[in-house]
C-alpha cells in the first residue's frame, strides 16, 4: 500500500538547494502528517504498554486477541472513511449490522438455511438498506445526518422485532470458523511448532509490498517529482517488510493469521485501491471536497454519493456478521456504539470533517492506535470509565494536533 | 498647504518562512484624503492592510505605525478599531440568516446587561442606513440583499464603530458598473464629511476617479507615492507601468481574427428561475459564435448571463428550460454536464474557488478531473499520465508553482484561473463558454488570459466569453452580444461597439428592449 493522503501541503515555497536529510525527511513527514504521526504513536503506545504489561501487550495470544476483538470495527472503518471522504456522515452502522447479525441468525437457525447462503443474504439485506439510505441523500437531498439518524431507530426497531426479544444462538460451526477462526495448519516443512501457512502468507504479503512500492516509486521519478532519495526509500521500505515478518512471525507461534485479518488485508488493498487508483475514488474525493465544482466538471455526484452508501451498508452487514459469529448468537444490543468507533477511527486516522480529505489506511491506522490503547488499558485493569475518557480525549488531541499543525506551517 | 497626516506606516517588514512580503514599505495617509493602494496580487497590499489592522499583531513586523501623531501597537482588531481604523474585507463579513441591523452592531450591541434593545438598535441601523443611501428595512435579512447592498451595509456598519480611516479592500470586485459608481460616490461623500479612506483596487478607472494619492507596491516594496493636485487626470499607464515594472504596450495582444462557419447556437433559450417558476431568468434567447471568433456576452449582474450559459451546459441552472442548441447544423441534446462535455462543450465558471476548484487538491488532479477518461484506462487511472498532461499545461500556461503536485489552494489567483481553463481545454472542446475569467488577478495575468483566449480562437474554437468589465471585452472581441433583464437587448460589431453604447444596452428596461433592437 502507498496511500498517499492529499492534505493540505506546506506553504508553497520550494525548498531551499543543498537541503540535508533532515529537511528531506521533514518534507516526508510533513506532507502525510497525520498519518506518519499516528503510525509513530502507535509505536510509541505499544512499546509502553509492553513496558508497562511486562511484555503481555506482544504475546501472541494478546496480539491475535487484539485483532479479532477489533477487526469488525475496522471493517466499518473502511466504509466510515469513504463516507466521510465522500462529505457525508453514517449514523446507523451499529444497527444495520445489530439487524443483518439477526437476519443472518435466524435464516440459519430457525429457516435452517447454508450458512453460505445466510451470509449472502445479509449482505445483500445490507446493500438494500445503504440503497434506502442513498436514496434519500443522494436524490431526495436530505442531510446524511437526519436519514442515518432515522435509521439509527428504525434498523435498531427492526433488529428486535427480528429476534422477536430474545437472542438467538447456537451458530453453526462452518460458520464460525470462516469468519472467526484460523487459517487452516498445514505442514509445509517449517516444522510444526511454526503455522506454515502463515509464514508463508507473509513472506508473499512482503514481496507484494516491496514490488509496489518499487513501482511507485519508479512512476515518481520518471515525470521528475520529487521522491525520496534511494538510501531513505530502501530504508523505509525495509522497515515495513520488517514489521511485518515480525508481526507475521508472532501470530505463526501462536495459532496463524486469523481469518479476520485477511479479510481486512482484502478490504485494505482493494479500496486502497479504488479510492487512490480508479476514476470512482477520484470522483468521491471531487464530490466531498467540492460538489458544486465536481458536478460541473461532469461528475455524476448523486450516483457518486448513492454508491458510497450501498457500499457501506454491505460493509456494515459484514461487520453484523463477523459480530455475530465472534458472539455466537444475535442479540438486540449488537453493535452499539460501533459507529462512533467508527466515526472516531476516521478522524483520528486524518479525515476532515468538511469531506474530501481522509485515507483507508488512515482510518486503520486510526481504529488500531483506538485499539491498542483499549486492550493496554484492560491489561492493566483500568476501569472502564477510564477507558472512555482516555478514549475520547485521545480522539480531540489526534485532532488537535493535525490543526495545530497545519496552523504552524500554513501562515 | 498639505492636510497633516492621519497615518504614517515607516519602513514596514513583514517576512513569512521562505518568504519577505514586505520590505521597508512607507504608507503616508493624509486627513480626509482618498488614498488608493494598487499593486500586482502578492505585491503585499492585504499583508500591508493587516499590519495596519493588528491583524497581524505588533511585535510580529518591524517598522513603526503613526497614527493621528501617536505611536500606536496593536494587538488585535479590536485595538484598531478602538482607534477608528475600520477595515472591510474583500470577502464580506456579513452572517445571511441575520437582518441587517443584528449585522451592523454584531459585537457591539445595544444591551444593558446583555439584554438588546431592539427599539435603539432599529433607531440608529435606520439613521446608519439614511448615511449611506441604502433604502432597506433594517429587518430584511442579509441573504436578501444583493452584493452591492451588502458592501452598503459593511460600510454602515463601519460607521457605527465611529470610523476615522476606512480602508476598503477590492470594495467594487463583486460588484457591477452601477452599484461600483454608487460605492464610490459614498466615499467621496464620507470624504467631504472628513473620513479618511484607503482603498485597494485592480480597477485603475475607479482609483483614477476618485483618489487623491496612490501608493503603488511592487514585490512587497514601496515604487512610488502619486499625489494628484485639483483637476490633474492620472496617467494610468504611469500605475501599470510602476505595477509591473514594466511598460504594457499591449494590455490586449492583437490578433486578426477570420472567423469561419457557424459552430454553435443557441435558439429560443428560456429558463425559469429554480425557486420562483413564474420568473422567467432568461427570455427567448438566440445567439450564435462561429469557429475561430470570440464573442463577447455583455450585462449588468443579474441579467442572466451565467443563468444562459449554465443552463445550457448540461441543465446546471434552472427549470422548464425551452429552445434549441445546435452544434454545426445539427441539434444537440444536452441533459448532463458529460452530455455537454462529449459534445465539445466546455464552460469554464466564473467563481473559481467555488465552482471550478476543488482548492485542497493538487494541480494534476484539478487538471484531470474533467477528463479523466483520457488519462486512464478501464477505470483505472494512470498518475503517470495525468502528471505528465498536467505537467505540460503548468508549462505551456505558465502556471508558477514548484511542479504539478501543488496544491491549488496555495497558489495566487490568476494562476489558479489558469488551472481552471487548462482543466477545460484538456477536456479538447470545440466550444468554450468562459465566465469572468479575469475577475480578480491582476493585470500580468490578465494580459495572459487574454493570449490565452486568442490561441483558443486562432486554434479554430469557438469561444463565447462573459465579461463585466467593458474595456476587456471591447479590447478582446470580434462581436459583442448584451443581454438585460434575462433578453438580449442587442448585438454589436467590435468597430461598432463603445464603453457607451454598451452600457446603453446594458441598462435598457424590459418595455424598451422590445422596439429597440439594435443589429
Not at chain 1, 173 to 192: M, S, V
Request: aromatic share 8%; charged share 20%.
Amino acid at each position: 500500500m502507498s496511500t498517499t493522503s492529499p492534505e493540505r501541503e506546506v506553504g508553497g515555497q520550494a525548498p531551499q538547494s543543498g537541503a540535508g536529510v533532515a529537511s528531506v525527511l521533514r518534507t516526508a513527514f510533513s506532507k502525510n502528517i497525520r498519518q506518519s504521526g499516528m503510525l509513530l504513536a502507535l509505536a510509541v503506545i505499544v512499546v509502553y504498554y509492553q513496558i508497562v504489561t511486562h511484555g503481555t501487550t506482544l504475546h501472541p495470544a494478546n496480539v491475535s486477541n487484539v485483532i479479532q476483538q477489533n477487526g469488525y470495527i475496522l471493517v466499518l472503518a473502511i466504509g466510515m472513511v469513504i463516507v466521510i471522504i465522500s462529505g457525508h456522515i453514517d449514523l446507523s452502522v451499529g444497527s444495520v449490522a445489530a439487524l443483518t447479525g439477526a437476519v443472518a441468525a435466524q435464516l440459519m437457525i430457525k429457516q435452517h438455511w447454508p450458512w453460505g447462503w445466510a451470509v449472502v443474504a445479509a449482505l445483500v439485506v445490507g446493500a438494500l438498506i445503504g440503497a434506502w439510505q442513498g436514496f434519500w441523500i443522494a436524490y431526495i437531498g436530505i442531510p446524511s445526518f437526519i436519514v442515518t439518524l432515522s435509521g439509527m431507530l428504525v434498523f435498531r426497531g427492526i433488529t428486535f422485532t427480528v429476534l422477536g426479544g430474545r437472542d438467538v444462538g447456537q451458530l453453526p460451526r462452518g460458520f464460525r470458523e470462516r469468519t472467526t477462526g484460523f487459517l487452516p495448519k498445514y505442514d509445509l516443512g517449517f516444522g510444526g511448532k511454526v503455522h506454515n501457512l502463515t509464514i508463508v502468507l507473509g513472506l508473499l504479503f512482503a514481496l507484494f509490498v516491496v514490488v509496489n512500492q518499487w513501482r511507485d516509486r519508479r512512476v515518481q521519478t520518471r515525470y521528475g517529482a520529487e521522491a525520496l532519495p534511494l538510501y531513505l526509500f530502501v530504508g523505509k521500505v525495509a522497515a515495513v517488510v520488517a514489521f511485518l515478518l515480525g508481526f507475521t512471525w508472532l501470530l505463526a507461534r501462536y495459532n496463524g493469521y486469523p481469518v479476520v485479518l485477511l479479510i481486512l488485508a482484502f478490504l485494505l488493498l482493494t479500496y486502497g485501491f479504488i479510492m487512490k487508483r480508479t476514476v470512482l475514488g477520484r470522483h468521491i474525493y471531487a464530490v466531498g471536497g467540492n460538489s458544486l465544482a465536481a458536478k460541473l466538471s461532469g461528475v455524476k455526484s448523486q450516483r457518486v454519493t448513492f454508491f458510497v452508501f450501498v457500499n457501506m451498508g454491505i460493509l456494515a452487514a459484514l461487520c453484523g456478521l463477523l459480530i455475530t459469529a465472534r458472539l455466537n448468537s444475535a442479540t438486540q444490543s449488537a453493535g452499539n456504539f460501533f459507529e462512533l468507533e467508527a466515526i472516531a477511527a476516521a478522524f483520528i486516522g486524518g479525515a476532515s470533517a468538511s469531506g474530501g480529505v481522509g485515507t483507508v489506511l488512515g482510518a486503520v491506522i486510526g481504529g488500531l492506535v483506538t485499539a491498542v490503547i483499549a486492550n493496554g488499558l484492560s491489561l492493566t485493569s483500568a476501569s472502564t470509565g477510564r477507558q472512555y475518557i482516555v478514549r475520547g480525549l485521545l480522539l480531540m488531541f489526534a485532532v488537535a494536533f493535525d490543526i495545530f499543525n497545519k496552523k504552524r506551517v500554513g501562515r | 498647504m498639505a492636510a497633516p497626516l492621519i497615518l504614517e506606516m515607516r519602513d514596514i517588514s513583514k517576512s513569512f518562512p521562505g518568504v519577505k512580503a514586505l520590505e521597508h514599505v512607507t504608507l503616508e495617509v493624509r486627513q480626509g484624503e482618498i488614498h488608493a493602494i494598487c499593486g500586482e496580487n502578492g505585491a503585499g497590499k492585504s499583508t500591508l492592510i493587516k499590519v495596519l489592522g493588528g491583524i497581524y499583531p505588533h511585535g510580529s513586523y518591524e517598522g513603526d505605525i503613526v497614527y493621528n501623531g501617536e505611536e500606536v501597537a496593536f494587538k488585535d482588531i479590536r485595538g484598531s478599531e478602538a482607534r477608528g481604523i475600520v477595515i472591510i474585507h474583500q470577502e464580506l463579513a456579513l452572517i445571511p440568516q441575520l437582518s441587517i441591523a443584528e449585522n451592523i452592531f454584531l459585537g457591539n450591541e445595544h444591551s444593558t446587561r446583555g439584554v438588546i434593545s431592539w427599539n435603539e438598535t432599529s433607531k440608529h441601523a435606520a439613521a446608519l442606513l439614511r448615511r449611506v443611501g441604502l433604502h432597506e428595512n433594517p429587518e430584511t435579512r442579509i441573504a436578501d440583499l444583493g452584493v452591492g447592498k451588502q458592501q452598503l451595509v459593511e460600510i454602515a456598519k463601519a460607521l457605527s464603530k465611529k470610523v476615522e480611516l476606512l480602508i476598503l479592500d477590492e470594495p467594487t470586485a463583486a460588484l457591477n458598473e452601477e452599484d461600483s459608481q454608487k460605492l464610490l460616490g459614498l466615499i467621496l461623500e464620507l470624504k467631504a464629511n472628513g473620513i479618511a479612506s484607503v482603498i485597494i483596487s485592480h480597477k485603475l478607472n475607479e482609483v483614477a476617479q476618485v483618489a487623491d494619492a496612490i501608493t503603488i507596491l511592487r514585490d512587497g516594496r514601496t515604487i512610488e507615492t502619486i499625489r494628484v493636485a485639483k483637476g490633474e487626470v492620472i496617467d494610468e499607464d504611469r500605475i501599470i507601468r510602476g505595477m509591473v515594472g514594466r511598460d504594457l504596450a499591449h494590455r490586449f495582444p492583437e490578433r486578426t481574427s477570420t472567423p469561419g462557419e457557424t459552430l454553435f447556437a443557441v435558439k429560443n433559450w428560456t429558463v425559469y428561475h429554480p425557486l420562483d417558476q413564474t420568473r422567467k431568468v432568461v427570455d427567448d434567447v438566440s445567439l450564435h459564435v462561429r469557429r475561430g471568433e470570440i464573442v463577447g456576452l455583455a450585462g449588468l449582474i443579474g441579467a442572466g448571463r451565467t443563468e444562459l450559459c449554465m443552463s445550457v451546459f448540461g441543465r446546471s441552472y434552472g427549470t422548464h428550460i425551452s429552445g434549441q442548441v445546435f452544434k454545426g447544423d445539427k441539434e444537440i441534446h444536452l441533459r448532463t454536464v458529460s452530455d455537454a462535455i462529449k459534445h465539445g462543450i466546455a464552460y469554464v465558471t466564473e467563481d473559481r474557488k467555488r465552482y471550478g476548484l476543488h482548492l485542497i487538491d493538487t494541480i494534476s488532479r484539478n487538471v484531470s478531473l474533467a477528463a479523466l477518461r483520457k488519462v486512464s484506462e478501464k477505470f483505472v487511472i494512470s498518475e503517470r499520465e495525468e502528471a505528465t498532461s498536467a505537467e505540460g499545461f503548468r508549462k505551456q500556461m505558465n502556471i508558477k508553482a514548484r511542479d504539478v503536485a501543488t496544491i491549488v489552494g496555495t497558489l495566487s489567483g490568476g494562476n489558479q484561473q489558469k488551472v481552471v481553463l487548462s482543466k477545460w481545454i484538456f477536456t479538447d472542446p470545440d466550444i468554450l463558454i468562459i465566465d469572468e475569467p479575469t475577475r480578480g488577478i491582476d493585470i500580468g495575468a490578465k494580459s495572459e488570459i487574454y493570449g490565452i483566449l486568442n490561441q483558443l480562437a486562432a486554434d479554430e474554437k469557438a469561444v463565447l466569453f462573459i465579461s463585466s468589465e467593458l474595456p476587456e471585452l471591447l479590447g478582446v472581441c470580434d462581436r459583442i452580444y448584451v443581454l438585460s433583464e434575462g433578453r438580449l437587448t442587442g448585438e454589436l460589431s467590435r468597430k461598432d461597439a463603445t464603453q457607451e453604447s454598451l452600457m446603453k444596452l446594458m441598462t435598457m428596461d424590459r418595455g424598451a428592449s422590445n422596439v429597440n433592437n439594435v443589429a
